[in-house]
């Protein structure tokens, strides 16, 4: 693993999530039909890194619901500032909330193209060498309650040092840190979505789905899991 990628994923945020939900669950949660959920014999995923394929709930070109795998962070490309050859692309896995309307990367996206992100964990690092990372999960009868990120998705168009590549991808929305995650990490945290609000955040107007962008309630969330290797969320 490149250097690169291990500054990134202590340093920024949110950069590493589960979702071990079961595929079953997912559309039953989401309200997905067997016919549109498109993951194929999907496993648990304890590790979710930038630029690695995840479950998302979008609206089909009809207006349906869908379950699909795409990439995690949009896209660009990124040249080399000694050189000016093209190096491996910039993955924008993170879109903060006061962006999404103003942002020539996020506004068509925000306006069009919003989406769900179902997780069953986040983690955030502190410090370094070693880092120390820590398991955020929601509370509730079950171990890991299921629940939805605020993401939106687009099709990353970009140049590679092998030519021109295109794939479908997502990111995930942040926002003010809550009590719970300050301490963590002081600034941001992603946008965790009730249920209650899935069709306003995927159908209604960027206006409506605007006001959903603010900080998860501290008392119903909880770490779950705390080491200095704990890199992935354990099943179960």
């Not at 394929?53 to 009809?62: E, L």
Request: hydrophobic share 35%; with cysteine; proline share 8%.
């Amino acid at each position: 693993m490149s250097k690169w990628f291990l500054m990134l994923t202590v340093n920024a945020m949110c950069n590493l999530y589960s979702n071990t939900i079961p595929a079953d669950a997912m559309r039953k949660l989401f309200d997905v039909p067997a016919e549109r959920d498109m993951l194929g014999n999907a496993e648990p995923l304890p590790a979710i890194f930038p630029k690695h394929m995840a479950p998302v709930v979008r609206k089909n070109k009809d207006g349906d619901r869908e379950l699909v795998p795409l990439s995690w962070g949009f896209r660009t490309t990124k040249k080399s500032k000694k050189t000016d050859a093209i190096i491996q692309p910039n993955a924008w896995n993170n879109a903060r909330d006061d962006k999404v309307r103003s942002s020539g990367l996020w506004k068509g996206s925000f306006e069009k193209r919003r989406c769900l992100v179902p997780a069953s964990s986040f983690c955030e690092a502190k410090g370094r060498n070693p880092a120390t990372y820590h398991w955020f999960a929601l509370t509730g009868d079950e171990s890991r309650p299921p629940f939805a990120f605020a993401g939106m998705w687009q099709v990353s168009r970009y140049e590679t040092k092998e030519g021109s590549e295109r794939a479908e991808t997502f990111t995930v929305i942040t926002t003010t840190a809550n009590e719970i995650v300050k301490p963590i990490h002081p600034q941001r945290m992603p946008v965790i979505l009730k249920p209650e609000t899935y069709d306003q955040w995927i159908n209604g107007s960027a206006d409506e789905a605007f006001k959903l962008l603010h900080p998860f309630v501290a008392d119903q969330m909880r770490i779950i899991r705390t080491g200095e290797g704990e890199r992935s969320d354990p099943v179960g």
